[in-house]
């Protein structure tokens, strides 16, 4: 007999929105929003980069914009960004790594996430962490690089929905 691995019901559902159409935010901007992008895995990032940026300025907001050689690099600044909070109502952090032959891309992503983690909870600052830890180029064709999905977009419109969240508590 063949043991079926557990799937918690909500799994399934989960699964089927990773990967979501983006949708045009009704959102009004408050603030500067600032986006920390990793110069690395230029051509994914930079789409990124462009669908953030777009989505924010479509909501009126004001965009300052920061490149960092790598996704390593982003916390640090991301840091920096969150101590000055009265200057940004959210930080959005852009980045892609892409799995190779050894677990250093898995230390990387997991270093960052706690990083950007501790930052937002110290600052009480949304971060909003769009650093992706990816398998393979498709992946990251997927989920940079199409208009139907652009996680830019989404975290664009998840620092937006933030933003105001903290403006009213």
Do not use: W
């Not at 270093?111 to 909003?128: D, H, K």
Request: charged residues 20%; hydrophobic residues 50%.
């Amino acid at each position: 007999m063949s043991a079926i691995p557990f799937e918690p019901p909500h799994f399934r559902c989960y699964k089927a929105r990773m990967l979501k159409p983006v949708k045009a935010s009704k959102l009004k901007a408050r603030g500067t929003f600032a986006i920390v992008a990793s110069q690395y895995n230029a051509r994914y990032v930079d789409a990124m980069l462009r669908a953030a940026k777009a989505e924010l300025q479509r909501a009126g907001a004001t965009v300052q914009i920061i490149r960092v050689p790598g996704a390593y690099e982003i916390p640090v600044v991301a840091k920096k960004l969150a101590a000055k909070s009265h200057q940004v109502s959210a930080i959005i952090c852009l980045g892609v790594i892409l799995r190779g032959e050894t677990t250093h891309a898995a230390h990387i992503g997991e270093a960052v996430s706690n990083a950007l983690m501790q930052i937002q909870i110290a600052y009480e600052v949304p971060v909003i962490h769009e650093v992706l830890l990816l398998e393979n180029e498709a992946q990251a064709r997927a989920r940079c690089l199409g208009q139907k999905h652009n996680r830019g977009t989404e975290a664009a419109q998840t620092a937006l929905a933030m933003a105001r969240v903290m403006a009213v508590i």
